[in-house]
């Protein structure tokens, strides 16, 4: 069995802006330690799965800033999605492109698609985690995610509902549904019945199981695998050939899907392994608050400021040349760039894409 | 008659950090329109009051400052105060000044003091009051200040009460009792009432009438007159004679006391006169939206920004390099200078100056 690391890194970078852009999203920031995210997820995962197994997946303008932040990854492992799709269509691709690259089975390759912008508490825990959930995969027919313990009422996450409540970390069991963003009183019930997961967006499987999982449950993927198959082994040997299609225009005919809607939540075969660890999305600016050290007043601070009676505010400043000075503000975010400043309230953190929207409209494309 | 004014502009800059500064205080800023304050405080009463008639009495370190902003007024008309006091001993510097500088009697000048740091609505009444007042003041041995008609219940402004309710501008008559800063419930009865009007710290004398004033009710100023009135006229020809105080070593004497607390409130010859304009002391950033046009949101908007679901803001971006970016943020005030951002609830406006002092207490000289 050949064991592979996915990590999808794609994202467009609207929610941290103005520190994320189009060129340098989230997981090309340092938002949780002091190293990037995507650094942090490389060294999470490097000691169960060597290296040169681990691919990342993500958009053409990012492939070479990814690059020059992992010099210790093949570069041939950093691998550009052929045209901008959802999730599962650049798991079908990532499927494709290993079993052609390894030359075996598909039996034979098992995948942990994994995230590069998220929090994750402790790495060992978390390894035990992730080599139950692939060692269930690896010898079962099984889609395998990641459950996460709600610790809140989140209501921005996704669920999957389990019939074990209250279990040990790293037990595996059926998933029943999925429920995506339910409302407070929704999450609150679900919390309170102990029989609900956070989905973590992580997921193991052999590329048979998902190749069969995409046949039953995704027919506008499938029967254009042929093509990407084809497209992917013939890549560099023949090119412009018009008898073979090339994998952009491939990739342009799949659905704009994501692998939880078009695949996980129809699959009759789906395992949820309970995670021993503490996870976040690390969502938007709000949520810095929940890994990050806080002062006694319960602020996050990074860079020069000042606070006079100010709570449970968030200050991002990354310019050498101004303080920033916060007087009696409360649940405030501030951040501060070489060309930018947002202020919002924390409350307000997710609607942050909609000032990248505004200044799209206005031409202002030198700040996006 | 020879008629003066002097214009008090000795503010301190705290109260518009970051904009203002140790060097650069509220009256040396742009604030209610593209012109600097003390620039309109200038030509609002040019046209009742020739240019080498009027006075400006501030602060060693803003004394070329003002200067510089003021290129029409005769340069020795900027006159730095020998120590930094408080109003009651600069007016009672300025009338020896003046009558030194004259060499008239005490009777045969009248002093207008004006303010360089007000919002004034329309100069052609304020023109109108002004010119009443010193014709009153000038023909009665009254001390003159005038009331403006109260549009709220301002906590934070000194109220005169009159027996004259709701009467026509310009109407003079006396004040009867002066009320400092009342809380809410006090000064909507105030407003109530109709017989109380805002103290404008503007004033309208004779010397004569000043002094005598002085004599009457501030004996710690009175008793030293006579040593300033030697120490101005001796200022420029006689230099470190021990016999004859220096102005500086008699205004270091004189108590740290208002013309309002010191004077006015104590006197029994205090006419006020019903202002026929609008006015507002531009106490701090929340008091803009009073004065500067509002977006549809009825927000402040001064430089490079984007506003999404923001109301009732006000940001002045003065940075050529940084968008500033508000999200959902209501009643907030942001001001970017080059080395500094402030962030703070228009209601806590008020407090900027704790940012100043915490600066200070930090040692951080250069932002100050």
């Known amino acids: 069995m050949i064991r592979t690391a996915v990590i999808m890194a794609g994202g467009s970078g609207e929610r941290f ?30 000691p169960l ?23 210790n990854l093949p570069p041939e ?37 994994l995230t590069a912008d998220h929090f994750i508490s402790t790495s060992s825990q978390f390894i035990q985690t992730v080599d139950n959930a692939l060692k ?11 459950g996460i313990p709600p610790v809140r009422p989140e209501t921005g996450y996704g669920y999957i509902e389990i019939d074990t409540p209250n279990a040990e970390p ?34 193991f499987w052999r590329i048979d199981t998902f190749l069969k999982s995409i046949k039953q449950n995704l027919t506008s ?54 995670a021993g660890f503490l996870w976040d999305d690390v969502g938007s600016w709000d949520s810095l608050d929940r890994m990050q050290p806080l002062d006694e007043a319960g602020n996050v601070i990074n860079g020069k400021s000042v606070l006079v009676d100010t709570h449970n505010s968030t200050i991002i400043n990354s310019s050498d040349k101004q303080v920033v000075a916060l007087i009696g503000a409360d649940d405030i975010v501030v951040v501060v760039t070489d060309d930018a400043i947002l202020v919002c309230p924390k409350d307000k953190a997710q609607n942050v894409r909609q000032a990248v929207l505004a200044l799209r409209e206005l031409g202002e494309e030198n700040y996006l």
């Open 49 to 71: 799965i060597p290296i040169e197994h681990i691919y990342i997946f993500t958009s053409e303008i990012l492939q070479n800033p990814i690059r020059k932040a992992l010099p």
């Open 221 to 274: 993927v499938d029967d254009k695998l042929e093509g990407l198959k084809l497209a992917i082994h013939n890549k560099t040997t023949i090119v412009c050939d018009g008898a073979i299609p090339d994998a952009k225009s491939v990739f342009e005919q799949f659905p704009d899907i994501s692998i939880d809607y078009g695949i996980m939540e129809k699959a009759d075969n789906v395992a949820v392994i309970r």
């Open 136 to 146: 269930y995969a690896e010898s079962n027919s099984k889609l395998v995610t990641i």
């Open 170 to 203: 790293n037990l595996i069991c059926p998933a029943i549904t999925f429920r995506e963003k339910p409302n407070k009183e929704t999450a609150s019930q679900f919390i309170k019945s102990g029989n609900f997961l956070w989905n973590s967006g992580m997921f």
């Open 17 to 46: 802006w103005p520190l994320s852009r189009r060129n340098r999203p989230k997981q090309l920031l340092a938002l949780t330690s002091d190293k990037l995210m995507i650094v942090e997820a490389i060294e999470r995962i490097v």
């Open 77 to 113: 492992n950093v691998v550009a999605e052929p045209f901008k799709r959802n999730t599962a269509p650049c798991l079908a691709y990532a499927a494709v492109f290993l079993t052609d690259k390894y030359g075996v089975s598909e039996s034979e390759i098992s995948m942990a698609i």
